[in-house]
C-alpha cells in the first residue's frame, strides 16, 4: 500500500477531520494511546507501520482527539536496531503528514548523564548528538535530503512545554539527547565519552524520527523520561525490564504536561 492508500483505510475507519498533531510514544509510555477519545487501528491493518517488535510498546495508530486537538498517535516505533533499518519510521511518519499533521511529538525511555536529573524525571530535548553516525535520509535521492537540524527542536514548541509542566508544578529538564544505535546497552566509557560531547540523555531512538519529521517539514518536539543513571554513573541495573519498570514514573509527569500543553496550544 502507497501513502494514498494507507490514509484511505485510516480515513475510512477513523473519519475525515484533519489531524494536527503526531505523536510517537516510547517504551513503556504506550497506554498514552488509550487516553485519545478516537478510533484504534492495528499496526497489523497498515503495511509499512512496525511489528510489535519491542515488549513495552502498544502497536497501534489511535487517531482522535485528546485535550481538544485532533491527534494521530502511534503507540509505539520500529527501532533502528530490530532490523538495521534507520528508515523504519519514514512510512509511518509520511502517513502522518498526509493525514495532515503540522507537529510531532516525539517521547522516548532513556539514561541520563547528569546527576541531577535521576530515574522518573522527564527532559525536554533541546538538542541531539548522532552517535550513531546512521542517517535515515541516505538514499534519499532528491536535494531535500539536505535537511537544516540547527532549529530541529522548535523553540515555540519547547517553551509551550515548559510553561505547561510550570504550571503543572512538574520539573521539566532541559538537555541534548544522544542516539546511541543499541540493541546493548552503553559502557561506562561510552557514557564517560558522550558526557563530554555535551549529551545529557541517551537512547536508542528518537533522532531518525526527528531527521525524517524534519525532511517532511513537521513542527518538532521530543520529551525524555529517565528510566535509569547511564552505564556507570549508578549502581542501579541496567535492563530492558528496568527500563519498563521505571518508565511509569516518568509517563505519569510526561502525561500532565503532555494534556496542559495540548490543551493550551492554539
Ligand atoms: N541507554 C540507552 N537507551 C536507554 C537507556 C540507556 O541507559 N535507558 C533507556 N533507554
Given at each position: 500500500m502507497d501513502v494514498h492508500e494507507l490514509v484511505a483505510t485510516i480515513r475510512g475507519r477513523a473519519?475525515?477531520?484533519?489531524?494536527?498533531i503526531g505523536m510517537i510514544l516510547g517504551s513503556g509510555l504506550g497506554h498514552l494511546a488509550d487516553a485519545v477519545d478516537g478510533t484504534a487501528i492495528s499496526y497489523a491493518d497498515l503495511p509499512g507501520f512496525p511489528h510489535a517488535g519491542v515488549s513495552g510498546h502498544n502497536p497501534n495508530l489511535v487517531v482522535g482527539t485528546l485535550e481538544g486537538q485532533q491527534v494521530a498517535v502511534l503507540g509505539g516505533r520500529a527501532h533502528y536496531?530490530?532490523?538495521?533499518?534507520?528508515?523504519?519510521?519514514r512510512r509511518p511518519l509520511e502517513v502522518l503528514k498526509a493525514l495532515g499533521a503540522e507537529i510531532l511529538i516525539v517521547t522516548n525511555a532513556a539514561g541520563s548523564?547528569?546527576?541531577?536529573?535521576?530515574?522518573?524525571s522527564i527532559m525536554c530535548l533541546n538538542d541531539h548528538i548522532n552517535f550513531s553516525g546512521l542517517n535515515p535520509l541516505i538514499g534519499e535521492p532528491t536535494d531535500n535530503r539536505f535537511v537544516p537540524m540547527t532549529e530541529a527542536y522548535d523553540a515555540d514548541l519547547r517553551r509551550r512545554l515548559h510553561a505547561a509542566a510550570q504550571a503543572a508544578d512538574e520539573t521539566l529538564h532541559d538537555g541534548v539527547y544522544a542516539w546511541y544505535s543499541g540493541p546493548s546497552f552503553e559502557t561506562p566509557a561510552e557514557i564517560r565519552a558522550i558526557r563530554m560531547l555535551g549529551a545529557d540523555a541517551v537512547g536508542m531512538s528518537t533522532v531518525p524520527e526527528v531527521i525524517l519529521a524534519r525532511f517532511l517539514g513537521l513542527r518538532t518536539a521530543a520529551i525524555s523520561t529517565i528510566t535509569n543513571m547511564a552505564a556507570g554513573m549508578s549502581d542501579e541495573a541496567i535492563s530492558h525490564e528496568h527500563t519498563k519498570a521505571m518508565a511509569p514514573i516518568g509517563a505519569a509527569r510526561l502525561e500532565k504536561v503532555l494534556r496542559g500543553a495540548l490543551r493550551d496550544l492554539d
Open positions: 473519519g475525515d477531520a484533519p489531524v494536527r536496531y530490530e532490523k538495521g533499518d534507520p528508515t523504519a519510521m548523564m547528569r546527576p541531577d536529573m535521576p530515574t522518573g
